[in-house]
């Protein structure tokens, strides 16, 4: 059976530029969901005084969840290599991290889609920034996963690897036993694509998820396609949503990751419209996977 995380998606800019809430509160407030555990995300403020991961770890665990993934977004399609290497060195820092909690699971990108890159070389620059980090992450226990991602919010440009083939060739290029996807259904809208095409061409690579939901606030998927795909800015036609409520179809999803053998990490990056709606993609997502694992 797979297990449940959740990800504070409704408080980013609480906890990650005003500081207008603490993690002890988010973790206060997540352990009372009917979950397994508490995705992490590097860039809360109170992570960057090393003295505070023991003491985040413990508060988890006292409460009978873990730590399981991490969320941070290096960028690896810089031409410049000195760039590249504190890149690298930075993601290093996060693979320490997620260790020191006790996760197992940390997450990694591209980088930017830069006007000049081409295809063949954002791919190579990526994959080899990947690959300098794969030891480091062996040693430590740590599965670097590769998230189809639309855009940091601290980015220029989007996701290098956001549309599905540029994507698939990533990760066709990448194999090491520390190294798997994170598949995101809802990115996939944000790219003009289908997600479950997606993740028919990378289901068998698949180790967590990410679970949540969009609905159209306007028109149509061909208006989406046609207008937003791929543009800068998440797509204005497109909006947070209960899970189960919005146009990812779960069954089609839970159908092919019970097929691949899939029973790892699903993280829930909902909640926007505060914890009662999450209180109910929990609930929606925990039929879900009784339903599909038993």
Excluded at 87 to 94: G, P, R
Excluded at 196 to 212: C, G, I, N, Q
């Amino acid at each position: 059976m797979p297990r449940l995380a959740a990800f504070p998606k409704a408080f980013m800019t609480a906890l990650c530029k005003d500081g207008t809430m603490t993690v002890s509160e988010w973790i206060d407030l997540a352990v009372k969901l009917d979950i397994d555990g508490l995705e992490w995300y590097a860039g809360f403020l109170e992570m960057a005084d090393k003295s505070n991961w023991t003491g985040f770890r413990r508060q988890v665990e006292d409460h009978g969840k873990v730590i399981p993934m991490m969320c941070c977004s290096p960028d690896f399609t810089h031409p410049d290599a000195k760039f590249r290497e504190r890149e690298i060195a930075k993601q290093k820092e996060w693979i320490d991290m997620t260790h020191v909690l006790g996760g197992s699971y940390c997450r990694v990108l591209s980088g930017q889609r830069r006007p000049e890159l081409s295809v063949e070389e954002g791919v190579k620059l990526a994959a080899d920034s990947i690959y300098e980090c794969l030891p480091y992450a062996l040693e430590r226990g740590i599965t670097l996963i590769l998230e189809n991602h639309y855009k940091d919010d601290f980015w220029e440009y989007p996701e290098f690897a956001q549309k599905m083939d540029i994507f698939s060739k990533l990760v066709n290029s990448i194999h090491h036993p520390n190294f798997g996807v994170n598949y995101d259904p809802s990115n996939t809208y944000l790219a003009g694509e289908d997600p479950l095409e997606l993740l028919y061409k990378v289901s068998d690579r698949v180790v967590t998820m990410h679970a949540s939901d969009r609905y159209l606030k306007e028109g149509t998927i061909e208006d989406l396609r046609k207008e937003e795909g791929g543009a800068l800015g998440y797509a204005k036609r497109l909006s947070h949503g209960e899970i189960g409520k919005g146009l990812n179809d779960y069954d089609a999803i839970f159908t092919e990751l019970k097929r691949v053998g899939f029973d790892s990490w699903i993280s829930i990056e909902d909640g926007v419209d505060g914890m009662d709606q999450l209180e109910r993609s929990v609930a929606f997502l925990r039929r879900k996977m009784k339903e599909y694992w038993g």
